[in-house]
């Protein structure tokens, strides 16, 4: 292969049009890199949204469905039981508490921590960053309280004493027990459906067939008591506390 080493310039007439070709050159280079890496972290983002929209869709968006629709039936047991403490015997009152079972359920945000962990949230619009936040910042509490129901319902079942009569003092902390249960079922249900409202807001709502599925399931175990949520925005966000109060009124039922 021939190599024709560059021409010296002939004369300085030719200087201005040498350095415009090189100043021409060095521009398509930086405008092609700046494509290409636009391209990359365009395709970066995509595919964080992507990972997020799966795990809010099919996991804490069908949780949160779920316990909106059997809010009422949770309410309707774990009041039920604290009535009974007044005149039920104490095998019956064991019967109960064993037959009290919120489901447990974790709330992922695992999609959304490696989002904030890359440089990829940099990359993204803020007014969108900030929409994606909104259903992630209620889990973190929402994850407490699923943690506080579950030792509440552990304390429910095995605070009586496995046989014998009760004391008075075993049936107030029963109802203590009981009382906190429902507080913390009427909190998470709440803040299930505000994940609802955000997602419908962010244009995720679940699929009408998903729903349909959820709520068949639900009253194979929970009855005719399990009802649908309806989600109407602006109504449904003015339902809510601030996340500092609720963590306050969690720990305080505790």
């Known amino acids: 292969m021939d190599f024709h080493p560059p021409k010296a310039i002939q004369s300085i007439k030719e200087l201005p049009r040498e350095i415009l070709v090189i100043v021409l050159g060095v521009s398509i280079a930086l405008i092609g890199e700046s494509l290409v890496d636009g391209y990359r972290w365009r395709e970066k983002v995509t595919n964080a949204e992507e990972e997020?929209?799966?795990?809010l869709l099919a996991d804490n968006g069908p949780?949160?469905?779920v316990r909106v629709a059997i809010a009422k039936c949770l309410d309707s047991s774990i009041s039920r039981i604290h009535?009974?403490?007044e005149t039920a015997s104490a095998p019956e009152l064991r019967k109960l508490a064993h037959a009290y079972a919120p489901p447990f359920r974790t709330w992922d945000t695992e999609a959304w921590k490696a989002l904030l962990?890359?440089?990829v949230a940099s990359h993204m619009d803020p007014a969108r960053l900030v929409d994606w936040s909104e259903p992630y910042r209620l889990f973190p509490i929402m994850t407490q309280w699923s943690q506080l129901e579950s030792e509440l319902v552990t304390e429910l079942q095995e605070g009586?004493?496995?046989s014998g009569d009760l004391s008075r003092e075993d049936l107030h902390q029963f109802q203590r027990t009981a009382a906190s249960l429902r507080r913390v079922n009427a909190k998470l249900a709440s803040?299930?459906?505000?994940v609802l409202v955000r997602l419908?807001?962010?244009?995720?709502p679940l699929p009408e067939s998903e729903m349909a599925e959820l709520l068949d399931k639900a009253r194979g175990i929970y009855g005719e008591c399990v009802r649908a949520p309806v989600v109407d925005g602006e109504e449904t966000e003015s339902e809510f506390t601030n996340e500092a109060e609720m963590r306050r009124e969690a720990l305080e039922g505790s």
């Open 200 to 204: 419908k807001k962010n244009g995720m």
């Open 160 to 162: 009586l004493p496995i």
């Open 63 to 65: 949780q949160a469905f």
């Open 117 to 119: 962990a890359s440089d």
């Open 52 to 55: 997020m929209k799966l795990e």
């Open 83 to 85: 009535e009974s403490a």
């Open 191 to 194: 803040k299930s459906k505000l």
